[in-house]
């Protein structure tokens, strides 16, 4: 039987670094993958990640086993996130990198099938590459509700927790979200 | 239903969060209302090609955040704040110092390379005054008055003594001349042994009358030198009391 993530925290309070790293190993791609879609930058993800690790690891002491843990998880990780977010608006600078044509490829790489065939990668790029533009040209608060609820499968209740807004609020984002994404797709669907 | 109010059921229905009791009115509605039926299929060709999009693989380096939480723990703890935090306890620190340099009215000068620090107001050191009581001035004055008048009487009472030893010698010294002179007339008429006793009964009475007139003299002087030095340490210790300098 796998051992619960609040028995890992349970350990890492009493200093249990192989239980930091099995909660790391986890959660880091999950992590990984919401921070990815909200920053859409690689490397301030990966920052934002071990920040993330290393504020749960620092704050185990006073972690209680109340509601979920992947709720105060995220909690944490949207929240950082949001200040990367404010801190690029502030300084107006935007990653180039995920921009380039070669660095989108390399993302992309990671969202096809293993073994396609040329077209296939092309016109997988191409849509991929749509989705994430898409997503990108959302506000912020809309496109994190997305990301919770499309991609990890987050309630709206537990994403009203995450973000510490109300219910309506949330469902609002989303309905708003659908309806633009809808039409900023649909030359591709 | 109105379309508004199924196209936000819609959304709902796709990610599982429709009440039961809602999914036969959207149903009734979706089949009367060929718009919201579009929607609807919109809605689920976005969701279906966001679905596209796969899970990206990184993973985390661990031995980086095992070293940062090693970093983390060696911080003491006050230093692992940030910088607005220390910004603003420096702040409040720096108010905290000029509020009490304030308070205490403290003075900082730099001057010829010397950095003087002084706490508090300066003490003010109260200057003497002289006395400026009119009724004490008045007494005071009264009783070098009368001191004087004293002094003087006994200056004036002196001068008469003086006078009288003055006369007393005389008349002794015209006594012993006409006492000389007749002893001599006697040595010159009756030239007798006679002669001899009344020399010493001469020289006997002589040196009674310088004995006498010394001893006054003496009692006379220590009883003025008594009076004036009592008279004038009074004076000037009157006079002093009250900032007074004899003779200014």
């Known amino acids: 039987m796998e051992i619960t993530d609040h028995e890992l925290m349970r350990k890492i309070k009493d200093g249990d670094m192989p239980a930091f790293d099995t909660l790391v190993r986890r959660w880091e791609h999950r992590l990984y993958n919401v921070v990815c879609k909200i920053l859409s930058d690689p490397e301030t993800t990966k920052d934002v990640c071990q920040d993330t690790f290393l504020k749960i690891y620092q704050t185990a002491k006073k972690y209680r086993p109340i509601g979920h843990f992947e709720t105060w ?13 404010k801190k690029r608006k502030r300084h107006q600078t935007y990653s180039l990198a995920y921009d380039d044509e070669d660095e989108k490829g390399t993302f992309c790489h990671n969202l096809i099938d293993p073994e396609p065939q040329p077209d296939e990668i092309v016109q997988q790029n191409e849509i991929a590459s749509c989705i994430q533009d898409a997503l990108k040209n959302l506000p912020a608060d809309q496109r994190i509700v997305v990301i919770l609820r499309h991609y990890e499968g987050l309630k709206f209740q537990q994403i009203a927790e995450v973000l510490n807004c109300p219910l309506g609020t949330v469902k609002s984002r989303i309905y708003s ?11 591709i669907i | ?35 919201c039926s579009e929607y609807k299929q919109e809605i689920q060709s976005a969701i279906q090609c966001l ?10 380096d661990l031995v980086a955040l095992h070293d940062a939480i090693e970093r983390k723990s060696r911080t003491w703890g006050l230093f692992s704040y940030r910088l607005p935090v220390w910004g603003t306890v420096l702040f409040v620190l720096f108010g905290i110092v000029l509020s ?4 205490t009215k403290t003075e900082v000068q730099y001057t010829n390379n010397t950095l003087t620090i002084r706490f508090g107001e300066p003490i003010a050191v109260p200057q003497a005054q002289p006395q400026t009581d009119p009724i ?14 004293r002094t003087d009487k006994i200056l004036t009472e002196y001068k008469k003594d003086q006078l009288k030893f003055q006369s007393q010698l005389t008349k002794e010294m015209r006594d012993s001349h006409n006492t000389t002179l007749k002893m001599i007339k006697d040595y010159e008429s009756r030239r007798d042994v006679q002669l001899a006793n009344l020399v010493q009964q001469i020289q006997l009475k002589h040196y009674q009358s310088l004995v006498a007139m010394k001893n006054e003299f003496e009692l006379l002087a220590s009883q003025t ?7 004038y340490s009074t004076m000037a210790a009157m006079a002093g009391l009250l900032s007074y300098q004899p003779g200014q």
Do not use: G
């Not at chain 2, 009490?100 to 308070?103: H, K, M, P, R, V």
């Not at chain 2, 030198?225 to 008279?231: A, G, I, L, P, T």
């Open chain 2, 1 to 35: 239903m109105e379309c508004e109010e199924a196209r936000k059921r819609i959304v709902d229905f796709f990610y599982d969060e429709l009440e039961p009791d809602t999914m036969s009115s959207l149903q009734e509605h979706l089949a009367r209302c060929d718009n």
């Open chain 2, 225 to 231: 030198e008594k009076e004036f030095k009592r008279s």
């Open chain 2, 51 to 60: 679905d596209q999009q796969k899970e990206l693989q990184s993973s985390i």
């Open chain 1, 177 to 187: 979200a659908m309806d633009q994404l809808k039409m900023m797709l649909k030359h």
């Open chain 2, 136 to 149: 004490a001035q008045a007494k005071l004055q009264a009783k070098i008055d009368d001191l004087t008048k």
């Open chain 2, 100 to 103: 009490a340099f304030a308070l």
């Open chain 1, 73 to 85: 998880l995220y909690r944490i990780a949207v929240n950082r996130s949001i200040n990367e977010l």
